[in-house]
């Protein structure tokens, strides 16, 4: 059964771009539950070839997105949605139509003003508005999760952050419900088909997996510098020696380092077990070569770590 799907609201660090390489370590079949912890996109649990997947993370909202994916009503009470807010909708109108609109603009393209090209301007104020009431009137279910993948997909980078507080931020971005985005939707709802999908609101921590799981971990990455929810050394030493007493299989995505960062302590751990470096290839866009250049010669030692006995599965080994 084919399964693969790419990340639906391209969430920061999903493995698309990888899930050959990280799917090639695991198991043609396991007789109890797969779980995918720091699920974040899903996108692993999902192009897994289990039926029985429990899907952890510790973003409540992105929990309850996947977890109403499957409602009935999703898709119409997203685009009811868009429409209240007067939200672009380029999966039923035309990106080139919207970009007719006189409050477009212009922007400032390698020094010269240029026609903007993006959908900001269009939804800035319907944006606003919508994550104003997400975070005042506290919603809940299908209604909370179709405004998060709003919120999401049109936000800034494809991203909204968590406040301490627990409320949301983030500015409009240029993007919208796209037909890529449906086609997305789609995909996702074939591959959730007669399967046993569960969504947990958690942390590794609070969970017991049994002989017969299989466990597929993707924690905050100490060495790329990028902020995970205050993600420290205490939380990666918990982790690590959480894994040590696992009783059943395991897979660790992770970097050894990145840039001039290293993060010793998982390179220490990591000698006790196979490491299979990851191959990560970028795109290179015609207006941004010199910094796909950059990224490439930098330092970024993205690996796989698994037990010694899943290493001869490996075909990335």
């Given at each position: 059964m084919e399964n693969k799907v790419f990340s639906l609201i391209n969430y920061v660090g999903h493995k698309s771009k990888i899930l050959d390489q990280v799917l090639s370590c695991f198991p043609d079949s396991i007789d109890g539950t797969f779980w995918d912890i720091f699920c974040g996109s899903s996108v692993v649990g999902l192009s897994a070839n289990f039926k029985k997947v429990n899907f952890v993370d510790n973003n409540q909202h992105l929990v309850n997105l996947y977890s109403h994916l499957r409602d009935e009503d999703f898709l119409a009470t997203l685009e009811s949605m868009i429409e209240e807010y007067n939200l672009t909708n380029s999966s039923k109108k035309p990106r080139s139509e919207y970009l007719k609109d006189p409050r477009i603009g212009v922007c400032t393209w390698q020094g010269e003003k240029i026609k903007n090209l993006h959908l900001d301007k269009l939804n800035e104020a319907g944006y606003r508005e919508l994550l104003d009431k997400y975070n005042t009137l506290n919603m809940r279910g299908v209604d909370a999760a179709a405004a998060y993948m709003i919120l999401t997909l049109y936000g800034r980078n494809s991203n909204v952050s968590i406040k301490k507080d627990g409320k949301l931020s983030g500015g409009v971005g240029p993007l919208d419900f796209s037909i890529k985005a449906r086609k997305k939707y789609f995909e996702h709802l074939d591959v959730m088909k007669g399967r046993d999908l569960n969504?947990?609101?958690?942390?590794?921590?609070?969970?017991?997996?049994?002989?017969?799981?299989?466990?597929?971990?993707?924690?905050?990455?100490?060495?790329?510098?990028?902020?995970?929810?205050?993600?420290?050394?205490?939380?990666?030493?918990?982790?690590?020696?959480?894994i040590d007493g696992l009783s059943c299989p395991w897979a660790l995505s992770n970097t050894l380092a990145s840039g001039d960062k290293e993060n010793k302590l998982l390179m220490k751990w990591s000698k006790k077990y196979k490491v299979i470096p990851v191959e990560k290839k970028y795109r290179v866009w015609a207006s941004k070569k010199e910094g796909t250049a950059k990224r490439e010669k930098k330092r970024n030692l993205e690996v796989l770590i698994v037990p010694a006995e899943l290493s001869s599965i490996c075909k990335v080994a």
């Open positions: 969504w947990v609101h958690g942390s590794f921590s609070d969970i017991n997996p049994e002989e017969g799981d299989f466990v597929y971990l993707d924690p905050p990455y100490l060495a790329s510098g990028y902020k995970y929810g205050g993600w420290k050394e205490k939380d990666e030493t918990d982790l690590l020696d959480w």
